[in-house]
């Protein structure tokens, strides 16, 4: 699942703007200051800012790990039914909206 974050840095300088680079994009992308998660696992982001007045140029580098969410079934349990009855419909329904597919 895509997941924007924004990334709020507190500089101890006034040196300008933040700027931020991704040392991986399969795990996800930077614009500016937001962070949008598109895969499973570890990326690193390195925020640099310019130095200003009596600052040097100040770098940090962070690693970010993205893991699966958790799922959970819902409308889904345990089932009394009578012999020779009508059919029963079951119709689970599972938090990541992915296929569900029962026994025959």
Same mark, same amino acid.
């Given at each position: ?42 990326? $690193? ?23 699966? =969410? ?13 012999? =020779?009855? =009508? ?7 599972? $938090? ?9």
């Amino acid at each position: 699942m895509v997941k924007p974050y924004t990334l709020e840095l507190a500089a101890t300088a006034p040196g300008g703007a933040v700027t931020y680079k991704l040392g991986e994009t399969k795990v996800a992308t930077i614009s500016g200051s937001t962070l949008t998660t598109i895969g499973v696992g570890t990326v $690193t982001i390195t925020a640099s800012q310019n130095g200003g007045g009596s600052y040097k140029a100040a770098t940090k580098e962070i690693t970010v790990t993205v893991i699966k =969410a958790d799922q959970s079934f819902s409308n889904f349990g345990n089932i009394t039914a009578k012999f =020779a009855a =009508a059919d029963t419909t079951i119709a689970p329904v599972v $938090t990541s909206n992915e296929a569900i597919t029962l026994p025959t």
